[in-house]
């Protein structure tokens, strides 16, 4: 079984820019996140999405950020304009709705902004 | 304010010895908690989940436990490998929490 695809891999911009990441999540996964993993630190929610609607996402910066799962497959999350301190590995992760506890994670995006 | 805490200290042990890594949380009640385990440059993999109504689960040289009145978690690996050499995270999830991760704890086993 294919793995949660990710793209770019890296990406560098400069502040103000905006950048977009790409996720297709394992295929019958209803349940997909978003997370930010800033270095030295642990993954950080900043959206969960139930098939394509928004479970969670108290976390998410929405002023800059927006993340969108149309049709409750693959998924974008946009970050508009960027900021220093948004230089992370931005993580996608999806579960099996039937077994929603166990994650499968994708290689992450590298964000580093200039 | 709910939080989450894993040895930021490289655990450094030797080949064929056990390692524990501790994962302590305050101001939760989760349902349960996951270990994961996480190589640079790649995204965590799932390890096991263990529930709030369960003390202990076995997969292989894993081993977790469960603690939920010293709010505490404790990930074994019996005879440890270089292979197993890499970072370990704790996450706590369900009821009303979104999936929280620590910050994990890296572990180093020498030949």
């Known amino acids: 079984e294919a793995g949660v695809a990710q793209s770019p891999r890296y990406k560098i911009i400069e502040k103000r820019q905006s950048v977009a990441f790409w996720c297709n999540p394992i295929?019958?996964?209803?349940?997909l996140y978003w997370y930010q993993q800033i270095l030295g630190q642990g993954p950080k929610l900043l959206i969960q999405?139930?098939?394509?609607?928004?479970?969670?996402d108290s976390q998410l910066p929405k002023d800059r950020f927006s993340a969108e799962r149309l049709k409750g497959v693959d998924s974008t999350l946009k970050i508009q304009p960027a900021k220093l301190e948004d230089s992370a590995v931005y993580l996608c992760?999806?579960?099996?709705?039937?077994?929603?506890?166990?994650?499968?994670f994708g290689p992450g995006t590298r964000l580093t902004v200039t | 304010s709910q939080k989450i805490e894993q040895n930021s200290e490289a655990l450094n042990i030797q080949e064929g010895k056990t390692a524990t890594l501790t994962c302590n949380y305050t101001?939760?009640?989760?349902?349960?908690l996951q270990w994961y385990r996480q190589d640079p440059g790649r995204g965590p993999v799932f390890l096991l989940l263990?529930?709030?109504?369960?003390k202990e689960k076995r997969k292989e040289r894993l081993k977790v436990t469960f603690d939920t009145t010293l709010k505490q978690s404790l990930f074994h690996i019996t005879a440890s490998q270089p292979a197993d050499s890499a970072t370990y995270l704790c996450?706590?999830?369900?009821?009303?929490?979104?999936?929280?991760f620590g910050r994990g704890t890296s572990l180093i086993v020498h030949p």
């Open positions: 992760a999806s579960s099996d709705s039937g077994n929603s506890y166990e994650q499968y």
């Open positions: 101001n939760y009640s989760p349902a349960y």
């Open positions: 295929s019958g996964h209803a349940t």
């Open positions: 263990i529930r709030e109504n369960e």
């Open positions: 996450a706590l999830a369900g009821g009303s929490y979104i999936p929280t």
């Open positions: 999405f139930q098939n394509n609607g928004v479970v969670d």
